[in-house]
């Protein structure tokens, strides 16, 4: 059973910088697509960026190009999200998932039903 935990999150005010960890546990499969989500107050959950853990290929949504970084370290089992220049739209609960893939094609596609796995979410407040 693949088990996410995630840290970092936290409070800071606009322009400033997070990122957010996800370390996962139990997978079994050789490639995964991983990505985080983010919803905010009485919004429907959105995809921010995924990457498929095998090659590395990366989508991120429009939003946040050239302020978001999303990386994976296959040795740790671990994703991040680098946040900069944060803006207070990017408040939110921000929530990592995977899903065994063997296409980075599928990563930036499947929706969210289909991440069966998931963190239990970090809270980032950005403040103006």
């Known amino acids: 059973q693949v088990q996410l935990q995630e840290s970092g999150g936290g409070s800071v005010q606009a322009g400033g910088s997070l990122r957010l960890s996800c370390a996962a546990s139990?997978?079994?499969?050789?490639?995964?697509?991983v990505g985080w989500f983010r919803q905010a107050p009485g919004k429907e959950r959105e995809r921010v960026a995924t990457?498929?853990?095998?090659?590395?290929?990366?989508y991120y949504r429009d939003s946040v190009k050239g302020r978001f970084t999303i990386s994976q370290d296959n040795a740790k089992n671990t994703s991040y999200l680098q946040m900069d220049s944060l803006k207070p739209e990017d408040t939110g609960m921000y929530y990592c998932?995977?899903?065994?893939?063997?296409?980075?094609?599928?990563?930036?596609?499947?929706?969210?039903?289909?991440?069966?796995?998931w963190g239990q979410g970090s809270q980032v407040t950005v403040s103006s």
């Open positions: 998932a995977a899903v065994a893939s063997l296409r980075p094609t599928y990563c930036p596609l499947i929706g969210l039903a289909g991440y069966l796995y």
């Open positions: 139990g997978y079994t499969y050789s490639s995964y697509c």
């Open positions: 990457i498929f853990t095998r090659d590395g290929d990366t």
